[in-house]
C-alpha cells in the first residue's frame, strides 16, 4: 500500500500565493506519477498537475501559467507551488499517486486532501 499526506492548505487572499506538499511512503516502488487534483463543492474532482518519474510534467489549463509541480524522487515527496491565487482556485486538493501506461492507470492511490481558501 502507499500513503500519501498532503499538508499546506490554508487561508489565502486573492493574489497571494501558497505551497502545498505530499509525502509518500510505502510501497511505491511501481510508481510512476504523482499528481495533485481538486475538487470544489459541487464539482468534480479534476486534475490540476502531474509530473512524471521521468519529470514530464502535465497542467490544466486554467492554472499552466500560475502554477508549478515538482517532485523529490529521493524524498518522494510531491509539491505544487500556487502563485497569483484566484477565488476559482477554492478548492480541497488530494494528491494522488498512480501507476500510468498511456492512458491507463493500474493502481491509483489519494490523500485525505488539504483545503485552499482564497477569499474575494
Given at each position: ?33 504523482l ?50 491565487l ?33 477569499s474575494?
Open positions: 500500500q502507499v500513503q500519501l499526506v498532503e499538508s499546506g492548505g490554508g487561508l489565502v487572499q486573492p493574489g497571494g500565493s501558497l505551497k502545498l506538499s505530499c509525502a509518500a511512503s510505502g510501497s511505491i516502488s511501481s510508481i510512476n506519477t499528481g495533485w487534483y481538486r475538487q470544489a463543492p459541487g464539482k468534480e474532482r479534476d486534475l490540476v498537475a502531474s509530473i512524471t518519474s521521468g519529470g514530464s510534467t502535465n497542467y490544466a489549463d486554467s492554472v499552466k501559467d500560475r502554477f508549478t509541480i515538482s517532485r523529490d524522487s529521493a524524498q518522494n515527496t510531491v509539491y505544487l507551488q500556487m502563485n497569483s484566484k477565488p476559482e482556485d477554492t478548492a480541497v486538493y488530494y494528491c494522488n499517486a498512480r501507476r500510468v501506461s498511456g492512458t491507463v492507470y493500474f493502481m491509483s492511490y489519494w490523500g485525505k486532501g488539504t483545503l485552499v481558501t482564497v474575494s
